[in-house]
């Protein structure tokens, strides 16, 4: 799915990095182990979570960007973090459910 279908619907902003062309599939949850075996390589990965953890489980699974839901911001070790390995992190205002619609309606052409 293109993301230029996506950016101005979602109210997105990039919080590091550049937001991507494109994406494949979409995880949207907050238990890290869960996310870690879940989120594949290209996926969006849809979460509150702002820590260290959420970098590392990006960088091992190769997901295209982290969306952080609801306005949440990286706390500061984590956006160096996130900056040193070239993981793309978003932020947007809408809910975690509020997110998914968006991108279910996209996607289904509604």
Request: aromatic share 6%; net charge negative.
């Amino acid at each position: 799915m293109l993301f230029s279908d996506l950016t101005d619907k979602l109210s997105l902003f990039p919080v590091v990095g550049e937001i991507p062309d494109s994406f494949e599939g979409v995880y949207a949850g907050d238990l890290l182990s869960r996310a870690m075996s879940r989120v594949e390589a290209g996926n969006l990965w849809i979460t509150i979570m702002n820590n260290m953890n959420v970098v590392a489980v990006a960088s091992l699974t190769e997901a295209a960007a982290v969306i952080l839901a609801e306005g949440v911001q990286l706390m500061p070790e984590a956006e160096a973090a996130a900056r040193e390995n070239n993981i793309t992190v978003l932020s947007s205002d809408l809910s975690v459910y509020e997110i998914c619609r968006v991108i279910g309606s996209v996607d289904k052409g509604l």
